[in-house]
């Protein structure tokens, strides 16, 4: 019998149009892949106490057809920058300013590694 929990984990993003956080909802599809489902506002008051700044992606790592956007601008992919923070992206933009560090970068490879630590 198949019954195995989904295993689920919750990122934290921060748009860079309004530098403002939102969550992202990502789902084991097989071992070592993730699709990002869902987004959404969320405080950073209230990602602390759910310990979201902790998790760790790795593996690799696509988007659902349904992934929404950024809640905040409706950009439908992400990028990590070096100093970890998770943005939103275009897609298709080769430059990208990061709204946690101010670092301007060109978009190299896709995002394979998540992590969070928008705290530091
Ligand atoms: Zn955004
Ligand atoms: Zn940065």
């Known amino acids: 019998m198949i019954n195995n929990m989904p295993n689920v984990k919750v990122l934290m993003a921060r748009c860079s149009s309004t530098g ?3 969550g992202v909802r990502l789902e084991e599809v097989t071992p070592g892949a993730w699709l ?5 506002h969320i405080k950073d008051a ?5 310990g979201y700044h902790e ?3 790795t593996g690799e790592f696509g988007f659902a057809s349904k992934y929404p956007g950024c809640p905040h601008c409706g950009r439908d992919s992400l990028v990590r920058c070096r100093c970890e923070e998770i ?4 897609g298709d933009s080769r430059n990208v300013s990061c709204p946690s560090c101010g670092r301007k970068g060109k978009i190299g490879t896709p995002v394979t590694k998540l992590k969070t630590d928008i705290d530091r």
């Not at 990002?36 to 959404?40: I, R, V």
């Not at 943005?87 to 275009?90: E, K, L, P, R």
């Open 20 to 22: 403002e956080s939102f």
């Open 36 to 40: 990002a489902d869902w987004a959404f």
């Open 46 to 50: 209230q990602a602390r106490k759910e």
């Open 55 to 57: 998790n760790v992606v």
């Open 87 to 90: 943005t939103c992206w275009d």
